[in-house]
């Protein structure tokens, strides 16, 4: 069996505890444009999508660049202040990097906020990698971010293994021939999803939970 020597990872939802912000900012850009706000609920079926990719979808009468300026605009100024990191994730990524791991972060994010997140919190030092929407053409469930990930690491797909907590990371995740690990801490997967066809290798309750898998692989 090959031995897993590469962990990739999601930002949102993840790594850092972006919910709020991104709920602020969704319930924001429906109040500008509809003049009310929408069930959260819908909201977090929209978690893992690109932004632009949701608008056009959600507001098919308006141009998408308007409504992802007004959803920026309030993502932008608050963003600093309403994120951040689901507890044991520093102490995760210190043991993995001391164990000699190869980090890399996946996200559907913009490159902007994805740093600014991985700098306020001073993780940004242990990924050896960082691969937003920006790097890539195709985004998840497409296996092109982590196909685009691996090959700048230098790795492998089956000795990889990526954390997530939407289906969309899942999928990605199987579609590029790698491991998945859901974060039970997510608000996007429901129930049925879990356990379905296309449920995740593993879930975690706890970041450290990840080190006895690695231990197993």
């Known amino acids: 069996m090959t031995k897993i020597n590469t962990v990739l990872l999601d930002f949102d939802g993840t790594v850092m505890d972006t919910n709020a912000v991104i ?7 429906f109040r500008t444009i509809e003049g009310k706000e929408r ?7 929209t978690f893992g999508e690109p932004l632009d990719h949701t608008m056009a979808r959600l507001f098919p009468h308006m141009d998408s660049r308007d409504a992802v300026s007004i959803y920026r605009s309030f993502h932008y100024n608050n963003f600093g202040d309403m994120i951040k990191l689901f507890p044991g994730i520093p102490e995760l990524l210190a043991a993995l990097k001391g164990r000699g791991y190869k980090l890399g972060l ?18 940004k030092e242990y990924f050896d990698a960082v691969v937003t929407c920006e790097d890539t053409s195709k985004h998840k469930p497409d296996p092109e971010p982590i196909d685009i990930t691996l090959r700048k690491l230098g ?23 790698v491991k998945s ?7 996007a997967v429901s129930e049925e999803e879990k356990t379905g066809e296309s449920a995740p290798d593993y879930i975690i309750k706890a970041a450290d939970e990840l080190l006895a898998i690695l231990a197993k692989e």
Do not use: F
Request: proline residues 3%.
């Open 39 to 45: 069930p959260v609920a819908d909201i977090i079926k």
């Open 181 to 187: 690990v859901l974060v039970d801490w997510s608000l």
């Open 155 to 177: 790795s492998k797909p089956d000795e990889s293994i990526m954390l997530g907590d939407t289906m969309h990371d899942i999928l990605c995740a199987r579609n590029a021939g």
């Open 106 to 123: 996946v996200t559907s994010r913009l490159r902007r906020t994805t740093m600014e997140g991985l700098e306020q919190y001073r993780i």
């Open 23 to 29: 709920i602020g900012s969704w319930q924001h850009t």
